[in-house]
């Protein structure tokens, strides 16, 4: 059965670190680039970090660059989102997403990706 699960979401003060995890099953990490996208209150999906499939390139949005780091552990099929230095505007649902490498995952077109976790909630406040 196909699946993506992101866990380690929670409260955080300002400042703070969390580690995302996406667990994947059912998909063939060789295959799929894997993004990471968050949705605040009120505002659009942004996407924020991907991996591409079979490589060790990676993408960080503006947003969040020097804070935010993806990695992939293909052994354990997860992708990871390592964020330090998190603000209140950090505050969404962050939602891991698996896309076909004939696209270009950086370009965080979300209908683009082909499956989708159903979200861990971060909060970033004192």
């Known amino acids: 059965q196909l699946q993506l699960v992101e866990s380690g979401g929670g409260l955080v003060q300002p400042g703070g670190s969390l580690r995302l995890s996406c667990a994947i099953s059912?998909?063939?990490?060789?295959?799929?680039?894997i993004g990471w996208f968050r949705q605040a209150p009120g505002k659009e999906r942004e996407g924020i970090a991907c991996i591409r499939s079979m490589e060790t390139w990676t993408d960080v949005a503006d947003s969040v660059k020097g804070r935010f780091t993806i990695s992939r552990d293909n052994a354990k099929n997860t992708v990871y989102l390592q964020m330090i230095s998190l603000k209140p505007e950090d505050t969404g649902v962050y939602y891991c997403?698996?896309?076909?490498?004939?696209?270009?995952?950086?370009?965080?077109?979300?209908?683009?990706?082909?499956?989708w976790g159903q979200g861990t909630q971060v909060t970033v406040s004192s």
């Open positions: 059912g998909l063939n990490l060789d295959y799929y680039s």
């Open positions: 997403a698996a896309q076909r490498p004939s696209y270009v995952c950086s370009a965080y077109v979300a209908h683009e990706y082909e499956y």
